[in-house]
């Protein structure tokens, strides 16, 4: 069974909805898909013939959690997912999921970005090696050190969709998304593991 990268909205979508709200659903969602989800709609599955993802996770990620508390762990993650998460509004990487210590963008896939779809995600994945240098594992003890993260970048085509109707998620499929994720897991410590095909395009 392929890896399945997934977007979890915790709560049913609202029938009255204010700004605040509405805000909400449109980060966790990209907007076509949370207009036809507003309204009651079935959306279409989104494709893409070339587009760019992104992987990264924590190195070592198993054994801080066993040195450090559950709480501390989250906190660990929220910090660093801020700064993530920033940085993919700076470059426009649409945010897929935090998976556990893995977080997962992609390029060119919900929005017309073909002409750097491959650049932005590269610069995207550059700037969060950097996030996470200057993130501490924990706040109140140095000798933690800082995050050290792998990252993985690979291109090619993608299908996306709300797969289910309570819970509404919504998945990205395709070889494309088990490659970037070996690209990942075989990258070295805060290094960029780029595909020939990402390497290419680039």
């Known amino acids: 069974v392929e890896p399945v990268a997934q977007i979890k909205l915790g709560h049913r979508i609202p029938k009255k909805r204010n700004s605040n709200e509405q805000d909400l659903i449109h980060q966790v969602f990209p907007k076509h898909i949370a207009k036809a989800l507003l309204e009651g709609r079935k959306a279409e599955p989104d494709r893409a013939e070339m587009a760019t993802m992104f992987f990264s996770d924590i190195v070592g990620f198993t054994t801080i959690s066993s040195k450090i508390s559950p709480d501390q762990v989250s906190d660990m993650l929220d910090r660093l997912y801020i700064k993530f998460d920033a940085l993919s509004v700076k470059h426009d990487v649409f945010k897929i999921e935090t998976i556990g210590d893995a977080y997962v963008g992609v390029c060119n896939l919900v929005k017309d970005q073909g002409s750097d779809h491959a650049k932005r995600v590269a610069e995207f994945a550059s700037d ?3 996030a996470a240098a200057d993130t501490p594992i924990l706040c109140d003890d140095p ?3 800082t995050v050290r993260i792998r990252v993985g970048v690979h291109c090619g085509p993608l299908v996306a969709r709300v797969v289910g109707t309570r819970n509404p998620r919504y998945c990205v499929f395709g070889d494309t998304v ?3 994720a070996r690209m990942e897991s075989n990258s070295l410590p805060m290094k960029i593991h780029c595909s ?4 290419q395009i680039l």
């Open 143 to 145: 000798s933690m050190g």
């Open 128 to 130: 969060t090696i950097e």
């Open 178 to 180: 088990n490659t970037a």
């Open 196 to 199: 020939d095909r990402a390497a």
